[in-house]
């Protein structure tokens, strides 16, 4: 007479094991995904804010903002991103830790300005995995984001 298991074996435990191992980390690799997605939409967002503070700034002071020590370029850090709040935001919390974005404004080469927003540092190169620009008339730099 046969005998009846009423569990599992532990070959059809490892398959299960397996699957939901290869499901989560697809997973994982896609909320990434959106994380970084949702972080540079909020930078995108805070630089057509920038945008904004930067025309009430000409209006009132007869020029617009550029970030302290920056000429034709800039480097992006949390300092430069704290004066754009202070200059430009009276001290608002636009450009938040959260975002993952430090910010600057630089000059251009049309007498205006473009904001310049990095994010991942490699302090040994000294350069950013991703920087984004946004030029005085909204157009940003890489497009194809």
């Not at 939409?41 to 007869?62: P, V, Y």
């Not at 920087?131 to 194809?144: F, Q, W």
Request: net charge negative; with cysteine.
């Amino acid at each position: 007479m046969p005998t009846r298991s009423s569990g599992f074996s532990l070959i059809e435990l490892l398959v299960v094991v397996a699957v939901i191992g290869i499901l989560s980390t697809i997973g994982l690799v896609q909320y990434k995904g959106y994380v970084s997605g949702t972080k540079l939409k909020s930078a995108k967002n805070a630089m057509q804010q920038i945008l904004l503070a930067q025309t009430e700034e000409l209006s009132n002071s007869g020029k617009y903002f550029i970030t302290e020590g920056a000429g034709t370029t800039c480097t992006p850090s949390a300092t430069t991103s704290k004066e754009i709040e202070t200059k430009l935001f009276s001290g608002g919390d636009v450009i938040t830790s959260e975002v993952g974005y430090e910010m600057c404004v630089y000059e251009d080469d049309d007498n205006a300005y473009r904001v310049k927003a990095a994010t991942g540092l490699d302090e040994a190169k000294g350069t950013f995995t991703k920087e984004v620009i946004l030029t005085h008339n909204g157009i940003y730099d890489p497009v194809d984001e």
